[in-house]
């Protein structure tokens, strides 16, 4: 089977099957496609020969993953990896998705633009993997969701049909957004080629505020409610030994408060001012190209633990981590608060209690990591479920894309 597959593409393209494993299931064909018709190729051939395809980028998620019931071929994606098209003046950018974040931004910082993409380990994260987890990071209320910059891409449907939906501008009325359902899509409904994206300008000055602080303070909502207005682009806080890792001498309380200011340098004078009226002098503060690599390892901490479990809440002040606090409170917890995501490093020995102190509605659990779901979880509708089962199966009718939002696959 695998040989009439292997037939039908360059030998010149074969890869070492060993090195995409994922949990203990290693595929039995590795290829690496150089051009956008040898993935229509791969996926051709694979869909002719019945086979299980898992589309790779940087393996970052897929090393983590559960193993897809099927898994014959792994399609790595990392050598497209050209910018095809990068308009300063329209803050457009057009990529292969074999690019890396961290590649795309350096790219871009030259021109003073920001991608607003972030994702753990940059320097292998790529920009079709981050697209397909829809990814974000701390600043994901500046940034919006991956779904939100996303103008138009470029896939390969699992037949190995070539396909285009939106466009490399702003300004584009283009029926039904593809490109968007592909976000989150976790490679289980086309192979994203190439996608366009709206950029930023990059902040004429960041500056990050670190604070210390007490479970009491975390829980103070009187504190949090004379917090200023400020919108800053980013307020995450991290509870436990997690904070040791950040290129931040960290204050030895129990929790730390990362505030993160960006723009022009008059309004952040002002915010930072505001800030330390509400909150004190910072136990450290940081400004310039140092908070960016704060930022990224704040990012990397999601990747920090064996175990994790992420949830959403519309609560976004630090007092919403309350019903955390007399419980195990060992489990280091990383809340970025005004996007209401909540990572809690837990193992199977507390997941339940956390579970259940974060009951819905106020908390969703939305993702989990190294472990396998807990139980008893808040499944979708099970007409949204059967809904994107039919969407599913009109975009892969023969069921060749073997991964996918873990809820389609019997599980989380
Ligand atoms: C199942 C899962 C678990 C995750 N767990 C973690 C985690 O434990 N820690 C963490 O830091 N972040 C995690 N994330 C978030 C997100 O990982 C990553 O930041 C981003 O996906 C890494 O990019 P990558 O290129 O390494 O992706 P990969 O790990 O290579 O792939 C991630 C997903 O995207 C799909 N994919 C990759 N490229 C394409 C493409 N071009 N077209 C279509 N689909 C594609 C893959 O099949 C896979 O489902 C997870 C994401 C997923 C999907």
Redo the contacts with the bound molecule.
């Keep these: 089977m695998t040989s009439a597959l292997i037939s039908a593409l360059d030998p010149a393209r074969a890869a070492d099957p060993a090195r995409y494993a994922i949990a203990d299931a290693v595929p039995r064909v590795a290829v690496r496609p150089v051009t956008r018709e040898e993935v229509s190729e791969a996926l051709r051939a694979a869909t002719r020969e019945r086979l299980g395809v898992?589309?790779?980028?940087?393996?970052?998620?897929?090393?983590?993953?559960?193993a897809p019931e099927r898994y014959d071929l792994a399609l790595d994606?990392?050598a497209?990896d050209r910018i095809v098209e990068y308009e300063p003046e329209d803050m457009t950018l057009t990529a292969e998705?074999?690019a890396?974040?961290a590649t795309l931004a350096a790219a871009l910082a030259a021109r003073g633009q920001e991608l607003p993409l972030e994702?753990?380990?940059a320097a292998?994260?790529?920009?079709?993997?981050?697209?397909?987890?829809n990814?974000s990071g701390p600043r994901r209320l500046r940034f919006g969701a991956p779904r939100d910059r996303i103008l138009g891409a470029r896939?390969a449907l699992a037949d190995g049909t070539l396909a285009r939906t939106g466009g490399r501008v702003v300004k584009n009325v283009a029926g039904y957004a593809l490109h968007r359902l592909?976000c989150g899509?976790?490679?289980?409904?086309?192979?994203?080629?190439e996608a366009s994206l709206k950029l930023l300008p990059a902040p004429e000055t960041r500056v990050a505020l670190v604070f210390g602080a007490s479970a009491a303070d975390v829980a103070d909502g009187a504190r949090w409610a004379t917090f200023p207005r400020l919108e800053p682009a980013l307020f995450t806080v991290v509870r436990g030994a997690l904070a040791g890792a950040l290129p931040v001498a960290a204050p030895t309380a129990p929790f730390t408060v990362f505030v993160g200011l960006e723009d022009d340098a008059p309004r952040v004078a002002e915010q930072e001012a505001a800030c330390v009226r509400a909150l004190g002098d910072p136990d450290a503060r940081l400004e310039g190209e140092s908070v960016a690599a704060l930022w990224q390892s704040l990012?990397?901490l999601?990747?920090a633990a064996p175990a994790?479990l992420t949830f959403t809440t519309a609560d976004n002040t630090p007092e919403a981590l309350a019903p955390l606090l007399d419980l195990v409170p060992d489990v280091p917890v990383m809340f970025h608060a005004p996007a209401g995501r909540l990572h809690v490093f837990a193992g199977p020995p507390h997941v339940a209690a956390v579970v259940a102190a974060l009951a819905p509605p106020r908390f969703q659990l939305v993702?989990v990591?190294?472990m396998e779901p807990p139980e008893p979880i808040v499944a979708p509708q099970a007409a949204v479920l059967a809904l994107r089962a039919r969407i599913r199966s009109a975009l892969d009718p023969a069921g060749t894309l073997a991964?996918?939002?873990?809820w389609e696959r019997g599980g989380f």
């Design positions: 898992v589309p790779w980028g940087g393996g970052v998620a897929l090393a983590r993953d559960r994606l990392t497209l998705c074999g890396t974040l994702a753990p380990r292998r994260a790529t920009l079709g993997g981050a697209l397909a987890a990814a896939y592909a899509s976790r490679g289980g409904l086309a192979v994203i080629l990012t990397d999601e990747d994790r993702d990591a190294g991964l996918g939002p873990r």
